[in-house]
């Protein structure tokens, strides 16, 4: 098996560079010219990928060039992988790891793959593709970070995963028209001089009538088309809080993983079902 690896930092929250290495944009610079076959990147919704998506590629960028095909497993805050579906490899497997330090994100790129052919496969690939791969995965880390942290200046709107016994709270928006009907967290935009942390605080209470404290984080941000940043905080109930309510929104309910999965959620929300499911599991 050979095995390169990267490491490199970058000026983000991890939750925004995890959002950067999700995009549809940082595939197609990563890999020169990638075609998506599946997915919601390739129907343009976010433009970030959920796992299940799959890209096809040709590699190295040559006339001897082959075709693969990788699919998505994991996209969350601390990693993004994927394996190989198609292609004359044995097994390939590429792999993002985020580490939260000081100030920023420590970013770890790294390729593991067996070539067929056995010894004089491992010679080509090391002999041939080192250099390559190398340039590619550098070229895809600047392209996160040029998206990170362009993201990492924008307003935040947070939204809220609150869990009781399985069941994730969700609410239905009653406006604007575009949205009506849809589901999304409890949540709204941070106010200036305010901590994310509070905002979450002061939403439920506006929105659900309900007293929280924020816990974590969970999933990574989504950019939103307005130009913020949506980002995700996991709350529990204070013990004496009321129960939530619909006060702003059509209804509130608690749903579970199968109800979650059919729910008629806000487009982004839908890229982070996959990452509120983990934490009905949990
Ligand atoms: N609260 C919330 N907003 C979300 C989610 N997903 C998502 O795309 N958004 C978008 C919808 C809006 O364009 C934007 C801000 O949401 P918001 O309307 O709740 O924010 P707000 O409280 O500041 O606004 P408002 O009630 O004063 O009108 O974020 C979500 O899960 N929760």
Redesign the pocket.
């Known amino acids: 098996m050979s095995v390169l690896r990267d490491t490199e930092w970058i000026d983000a929250p991890v939750a925004t560079v995890a959002a950067a290495l999700r995009h549809a944009r940082t595939a197609e610079r990563g890999l020169g010219a990638s075609r998506m076959v599946r997915g919601h990147a390739a129907a343009g919704v976010g433009e970030l990928f959920v796992p299940g998506d799959e890209i096809t590629f040709r590699l190295p960028p040559t006339r001897l060039s082959v075709g693969l095909r990788t699919r998505l497993e994991r996209a969350d805050a601390q990693a993004l992988s994927s394996v190989l579906v198609r292609g004359p490899l044995r097994q390939l497997r590429h792999e993002s790891t985020l580490t939260e330090v000081d100030r920023g994100t420590l970013l770890t790129e790294s390729l593991q793959w067996t070539a067929p052919l056995g010894a004089l496969g491992r010679l080509i690939g090391t002999a041939l593709l080192r250099r390559w791969i190398l340039r590619l995965l550098a070229r895809r880390i600047d392209t996160v970070r040029a998206l990170a942290q362009e993201w990492a200046t924008r307003p935040v ?1 947070v ?1 809220t995963a609150i869990v009781r016994r399985g069941r994730l709270l969700a609410q239905q928006r009653h406006y604007p028209a575009k ?1 009506a009907g849809r589901w ?6 941070v106010e200036p001089g305010e901590s994310e942390r509070d905002a979450v605080v002061r ?1 439920c209470k506006e929105e659900l009538g309900m007293d929280v404290v924020p816990t974590g984080r969970i999933g990574t941000d ?1 950019p ?1 088309d ?1 130009g ?1 940043l ?1 980002r995700l905080y996991t709350a529990e109930p204070t013990p004496s809080s009321p129960e939530p309510r619909a006060v ?1 929104h059509r209804a509130v309910r608690w749903v579970d993983t199968s109800e979650m999965t059919g729910l008629d959620w ?4 839908r890229l982070l079902v996959h990452s509120l499911r983990s934490l009905l599991r949990e």
């Not at 999304?184 to 935009?189: Q, V």
């Not at 806000?266 to 929300?269: F, G, I, K, R, V």
């Open positions: 709107v939204g949205h999304e967290l409890p949540g709204g935009r939403e989504v939103l307005g913020m949506l702003e806000l487009e982004t929300d």
